[in-house]
């Protein structure tokens, strides 16, 4: 099961070289695997769709392994999960401030 970039994603491109399968891509950027690419509206070589974002980075799913193979203790992975959550709480810390002002 992959995971996903949700639409809270800020688009700083952290979480991308951290990717031990080159499975996250920028918005709007086709992707590929084993020779076969796509973009919008394409399934994966799974069937799967869904998954493509013109807005946020993006996962595509047959490709990630949630770092199965690439980390025993899962370094990786736990790495992106924790930037993403970071990553979020930065968001809204930003969006609260934008809201609230300091003067």
């Known amino acids: 099961m992959a995971i996903m970039i ?9 979480c991308e070289p951290e990717c031990p399968n080159t499975a996250i891509y920028e ?3 086709n992707w590929e695997m084993d020779g076969v690419s796509g973009g919008e509206g394409d399934a994966a070589p799974s069937g799967k769709t869904g998954f493509f974002s013109e807005d946020v980075f993006y ?7 949630e770092c199965v193979g690439f ?8 790495y992106v999960q924790l930037t993403l959550a ?17 003067v």
Request: a negative charge.
């Open 27 to 29: 918005a709007g950027s």
């Open 86 to 102: 970071y990553l979020l709480h930065y968001k809204s810390f930003l969006d609260f401030n934008k809201l609230n002002p300091i």
């Open 6 to 14: 949700t639409e809270d994603c800020i688009n700083c491109g952290a």
């Open 71 to 78: 980390h025993d203790d899962h370094n990786a992975f736990l």
């Open 59 to 65: 996962i595509v799913p047959d490709k990630c392994t």
